[in-house]
């Protein structure tokens, strides 16, 4: 079974508005991932938060990381319409050098 | 894109024929992932590699193997494919030193009829 779970499987917003995503795990975690798909193409990495840390910043992008809940979410500011895309998130245990992807919410932003 | 292809991007073929799919990287990194992606299941692990002639199986590696005689080479094979292969295939390495970063091919679109 996926070791994270994304909320909602899907969002539409309207550009300019914030669009926030969760994430849900199972396990322990060395740090946790958000990649983005764009339709069609490989995901690319967006940002990465340790277990040791609860908020990280990168350009118009916030992850919080809850670890006694086992939760993070991905805030997106001011959002564009090339911000349509997926996101997943991703789960590192602390004794293995691979990750586990969630199942993904697809962001639409309308212009 | 890290310097990852794979090859080829597009292919269809038929029940019970093998199929290998290539991954290239250029870059000399040490760990790479074959994941597959189907609709409401996101990225699944197949298998994954930690060096030359070292490979490991993933979530879902029933019916794949996979080689790795050179760094840069990382070889997914079907050996007799199902329907139920038919899927988007991602290769992707992980960054070097203490980073956990993956970053990932293009994908290989993969039709089993």
């Known amino acids: 079974s996926q070791q994270g779970e994304e909320d909602p499987q899907a969002l539409s917003i309207q550009e300019g508005e914030n669009a926030t995503m969760n994430c849900s795990y199972k396990t322990s975690i060395n740090n946790l991932q958000w990649y983005r798909q764009n339709s069609g193409r490989g995901l690319v990495h967006l940002i990465l938060i340790r277990s040791n840390e609860r908020e990280k910043h990168s350009g118009r992008l916030r992850v919080t990381l809850d670890t006694s809940k086992k939760s993070s979410s991905l805030l997106i500011t001011a959002s564009r319409a090339a911000d349509t895309a997926s996101y997943f998130c991703?789960?590192?245990?602390?004794?293995?050098?691979?990750?586990?992807f969630g199942t993904g919410t697809k962001l639409q932003v309308i212009p | 894109d890290a310097g990852i292809t794979q090859s080829p991007r597009h292919k269809v073929t038929e029940t019970g024929t093998p199929v290998t799919l290539r991954c290239h990287q250029t870059?000399?990194?040490?760990?790479m992932y074959w994941y597959r992606q189907d609709p409401g299941h996101g990225l699944r692990l197949i298998h994954y590699?930690?060096?030359?002639?070292?490979?490991d199986k993933g979530e879902v590696s029933d019916g794949y193997s996979v080689s790795r005689s050179k760094t840069e080479d990382f070889l997914l094979t079907l050996e007799s494919a199902t329907s139920s292969q038919t899927s988007v295939y991602f290769c992707a390495i992980k960054g070097g030193g203490l980073t956990y970063e993956q970053y990932f091919g293009p994908g290989t679109r993969l039709t089993v009829t």
């Open positions: 590699s930690y060096g030359v002639k070292d490979t």
């Open positions: 991703a789960t590192a245990p602390p004794w293995e050098q691979k990750v586990t």
């Open positions: 870059e000399n990194h040490r760990y």
